[in-house]
């Protein structure tokens, strides 16, 4: 699937247009899910989103496709993520997104005094 021309046909849609959105395409089954991300102001792929991880895993729930009291496994192109999380009759609460911090970018910029 090519995200970027799936995604723009969505986050440019005149519904979404003047906020924008991020959009993820989700593929799912038992306690797994595999996330790719268009993400607006980036205007491309990006390597995860993990707001879009902890919706769709909660969206699994949803439809039955998780296990109880498991982590939810998150594929994504930057590495696998753990959603966690309990459903009540009110909701869910003590959602929880786990993985790795990596450090993938350093810079400088230099501000002129005004």
């Given at each position: 699937?090519?995200?970027?021309?799936?995604?723009?046909?969505?986050?440019?849609?005149?519904?979404?247009?003047?906020?924008?959105?991020?959009?993820?395409?989700?593929?799912?089954?038992?306690?797994?899910?595999?996330?790719?991300?268009?993400?607006?102001?980036?205007?491309?792929?990006?390597?995860?989103?993990?707001?879009?991880?902890v919706a769709?895993?909660?969206?699994?729930?949803?439809?039955?496709?998780?296990?109880?009291?498991?982590?939810?496994?998150?594929?994504?192109?930057?590495?696998?993520?753990?959603?966690?999380?309990?459903?009540?009759?009110?909701?869910?609460?003590?959602?929880?997104?786990?993985?790795?911090?990596?450090?993938?970018?350093?810079?400088?910029?230099?501000?002129?005094?005004?």
């Amino acid at each position: 699937m090519n995200v970027v021309n799936e995604g723009r046909k969505v986050r440019y849609n005149e519904r979404f247009k003047e906020n924008g959105i991020n959009v993820n395409f989700v593929t799912g089954s038992k306690g797994k899910l595999t996330i790719r991300t268009y993400e607006r102001g980036v205007e491309d792929e990006t390597w995860s989103c993990g707001t879009g991880s902890v919706a769709a895993a909660i969206a699994l729930d949803l439809e039955g496709k998780t296990l109880p009291n498991c982590d939810v496994e998150v594929v994504a192109n930057g590495g696998v993520l753990y959603v966690s999380f309990k459903r009540t009759e009110e909701g869910f609460t003590d959602i929880w997104l786990k993985g790795p911090a990596t450090k993938v970018y350093e810079g400088m910029i230099e501000i002129p005094k005004i």
